[in-house]
């Protein structure tokens, strides 16, 4: 079993930054992608970034793609999401999620963190 425990969310301007971090405990000894994921009331969950194991390969939605960095610490067991330029658009709860090798998203999960951006 994985824990994961987000955290840095919080209310910020247009334009601002955040730095959302993501910290697994755990049975965390296979290797594993990490993502993020965001759900805005009455939206759908929706995918922001992801990172390989290696850190080697990142995915990004398009809708933040050149705001967003997604990075990760593998000695730290840790995943950070770097939010610049945020818009009120960003606004949502933020999640972090692992992916095991042959399986989904779906496992293991945050609680997730609030990220507010007002205009």
């Known amino acids: 079993q994985v824990q994961l425990v987000e955290s840095g969310g919080g209310l910020v301007q247009a334009g601002g930054s955040l730095r959302l971090s993501c910290a697994a405990s755990g049975r965390t000894f296979s290797s594993y992608a990490m993502g993020w994921f965001r759900q805005a009331p009455g939206k759908e969950r929706e995918f922001v970034a992801a990172?390989?194991?290696?850190?080697?390969?990142?995915y990004y939605a398009d809708s933040v793609k050149g705001r967003f960095t997604i990075s990760r610490d593998n000695a730290k067991n840790t995943v950070y999401l770097q939010m610049n330029s945020l818009k009120p658009e960003d606004t949502a709860v933020y999640y972090c999620a692992v992916k095991e090798s042959g399986r989904g998203w779906d496992d293991y999960w945050g609680q997730g963190t609030q990220v507010t951006v007002s205009s």
């Open positions: 990172i390989s194991w290696s850190g080697g390969s990142t």
